[in-house]
T-cell receptor, first 112, second 113 residues
Framework: ELKVEQNPLFLSMQEGKNYTIYCNYS?????LYWYRQDPGKSLESLFV?????AVKQEGRLMASLDTKARLSTLHITAAVHDLSATYFC????????????FGQGTRLTINP | DGGITQSPKYLFRKEGQNVTLSCEQN?????MYWYRQDPGQGLRLIYY???????QKGDIAEGYSVSREKKESFPLTVTSAQKNPTAFYLC????????????FGDGTRLSIL
């Protein structure tokens, strides 16, 4: 059974600092997604990671994937308040449709 | 603009009542999904459909039912058998290429009266 764990679950940071969110998963997969959710809102797609060593960057966010370690990271560089949100990783099960298993989410708060 | 529309935004259910949540998409996606999100938790898959007139149970299907009579529409019924229905419900869709991310609607918040 595929399990996905994120850590930390809560993260409070100062603006301008760097930090990393970790996403571990338990069985082989060929796709991993990162999403952002603002309070009471829908999920916004950030990154799709498809292969070992994949790295994607958008602004102050960078995501990477190590399929051998079954680990993805989401790195935040020089955080700004607008990045405050909950971040989810989701891992696709190999069989069949795009059945995703989500992590618990990391609630990120960036303080001025 | 293409997207997913969920309605209503807020819904209240009485004891013993069935309620239906609407999900419509104009993205021409083949696959559609329903998720449940509880406070402080990730999303859990309720049902999904890869094609019209076909759907499959997800991880927490008990107490829920769906239909897929049209490509654009995938309504979810929360039946009286679902004893703890209070949650945020999200509908999503994706194309059949599998690698593209799922697109999500704005959600329906269901509460018990």
């Amino acid at each position: 059974e595929l399990k996905v764990e994120q850590n930390p679950l809560f993260l409070s940071m100062q603006e301008g600092k760097n930090y990393t969110i970790y996403c571990n998963y338990s069985t082989t997969s060929d796709r991993l997604y990162w999403y952002r959710q603002d309070p009471g809102k829908s999920l916004e797609s950030l990154f799709v990671l498809l292969s070992n060593g994949a790295v994607k960057q958008e602004g102050r966010l960078m995501a990477s994937l190590d399929t051998k370690a079954r680990l993805s990271t989401l790195h935040i560089t020089a955080a700004v308040h607008d990045l405050s949100a909950t971040y989810f990783c989701a891992v696709a099960r190999i069989q069949g449709a795009q059945k995703l298993v989500f992590g618990q989410g990391t609630r990120l708060t960036i303080n001025p | 603009d293409g997207g997913i529309t969920q309605s209503p935004k807020y819904l209240f259910r009485k004891e013993g009542q069935n309620v239906t949540l609407s999900c419509e998409q104009n993205l021409n996606h083949d696959a559609m999904y329903w998720y449940r999100q509880d406070p402080g938790q990730g999303l859990r898959l309720i049902y999904y459909s890869q094609i019209v007139n076909d759907f499959q149970k997800g991880d927490i299907a008990e107490g829920y039912s769906v239909s897929r009579e049209k490509k654009e529409s995938f309504p979810l019924t929360v039946t009286s058998a679902q004893k703890n229905p209070t949650a945020f419900y999200l509908c999503a869709s994706s194309d059949q290429l599998r690698v593209q991310p799922q697109h999500f609607g704005d959600g329906t918040r269901l509460s018990i009266l």
